[in-house]
């Protein structure tokens, strides 16, 4: 089993859906989680940390489920620019190191 | 806006030549990395620094070696590139916790 996989989609959905992503991770004792947007021939940019809580900012909200071992990435009323692939990124426990999935890409429709 | 540049943007060579690309920050972060991005591999741990002189070896670091004499440049050098090195490479720094912040990228092509 890879460390941490995510769906590579595409994820095709019209404006104003409500898309989630999924994201497994191996390693039980994995302490911190992220989310990344990356657009096409950029850099990876920090999107959400995903806390023990659930986090929210705006029309994004991450979870996490320890038991599961898998955090989730939620995007309501979804817009054109959130059109980008999604990355999902975990770190051990200990370690500055972030283990990431391959992305998953989203394409939202007009 | 973490403060990371890296240079070249854009770099051709051929097979068999050294290479370097170089990663500056501006804020003085303990913690520095370089990745690669293949399609179909995403986002792969060359190697990381966690301060001068001090760097170790991440999943795909065979072919590649390190330097950082100074807190804010970290060099990663190809001693002879080959084809299979030709990808799309990122720095990242770690500020205060655990997350990372990527520079812009350095395209390499190897002939």
């Known amino acids: 089993r890879k460390e941490v996989e995510q769906d590579p989609g595409p994820f095709n959905v019209p404006e104003g859906a409500t898309v989630a992503f999924n994201c497994t991770y191996s390693n039980s004792a994995s302490q911190s989680f992220f989310w990344y947007r990356q657009d096409c021939r950029k850099e990876p940019k920090l999107l959400m940390s995903v806390y023990s809580s659930g986090n929210e900012d705006g029309r994004f909200t991450a979870q996490l489920n320890r038991a599961s071992q898998y955090i989730s990435l939620l995007i309501r009323d979804s817009k054109l620019s959130d059109s980008a692939t999604y990355l999902c990124a975990v770190a051990g426990a200990g370690s500055y190191q972030l283990t990431f999935g391959k992305g998953t890409k989203l394409s939202v429709i007009p | 806006d973490a403060g990371i540049t890296q240079s070249p943007r854009h770099k051709v060579t051929e097979t068999g030549t050294p290479v370097t690309l170089r990663c500056h920050q501006t804020e003085n972060h303990r913690y520095m990395y370089w990745y690669r991005q293949d399609p179909g591999h995403g986002l792969r741990l060359i190697h990381y620094?966690?301060?001068?002189?001090?760097?170790d070896k991440g999943e795909v670091s065979d072919g590649y070696s390190v330097s950082r004499s100074k807190t804010e440049d970290f060099l990663l050098t190809l001693e002879s590139a080959t084809s299979s090195q030709t990808s799309v490479y990122f720095c990242?720094?770690?500020?205060?916790?655990?997350?990372?912040?990527f520079g812009p990228g350095t395209r390499l092509t190897v002939l």
């Open positions: 990242a720094i770690s500020v205060g916790g655990y997350e990372q912040f």
């Open positions: 620094s966690y301060g001068v002189k001090d760097t």
